[in-house]
Nanobody, 119 residues
Framework: QVQLVESGGGLVQPGGSLRLSCAASGSIRSINRMGWYSQAPGKQRELVAKITSGGDITYADSVKGRFTISRDNAANTVYLQMNSLKPDDTGVYYC?????????????WGQGTQVTVSS
């Protein structure tokens, strides 16, 4: 069994910062891709940022220069530092990891954490 547990969401004023964390636990051999997706009300889930095991990073155009994704391989954890937050950043943020176990490899998702940017 694999679980992804997220933390760090909340309410913040425009221009503020938040740091999201997502830790994977269970019988894990390796984690290839780690990433963050957001889903605003009434919209589809969209990629925010992702990082490969080799360190290649992709950001959505809307967050470039404001958000930073990083990973701690020893802790099976991915982070998202969000600065200069805007109301348009509001949504539920989900972490995603492609995890290899002994007999399987698949995508796993966190439960989601709410980020609200409002004055």
């Amino acid at each position: 069994q694999v679980q992804l547990v997220e933390s760090g969401g909340g309410l913040v004023q425009p221009g503020g910062s938040l740091r999201l964390s997502c830790a994977a636990s269970g019988s894990i051999r390796s984690i290839n891709r780690m990433g963050w997706y957001s889903q605003a009300p009434g919209k589809q889930r969209e990629l925010v940022a992702k990082i490969t095991s080799g360190g290649d990073i992709t950001y959505a155009d809307s967050v470039k220069g404001r958000f930073t994704i990083s990973r701690d391989n020893a802790a099976n954890t991915v982070y998202l530092q969000m600065n200069s937050l805007k109301p348009d950043d509001t949504g539920v943020y989900y972490c995603n990891m492609f995890i290899r176990r002994l007999l399987s490899a698949q995508d796993y998702w966190g439960q989601g954490t709410q980020v609200t940017v409002s004055s």
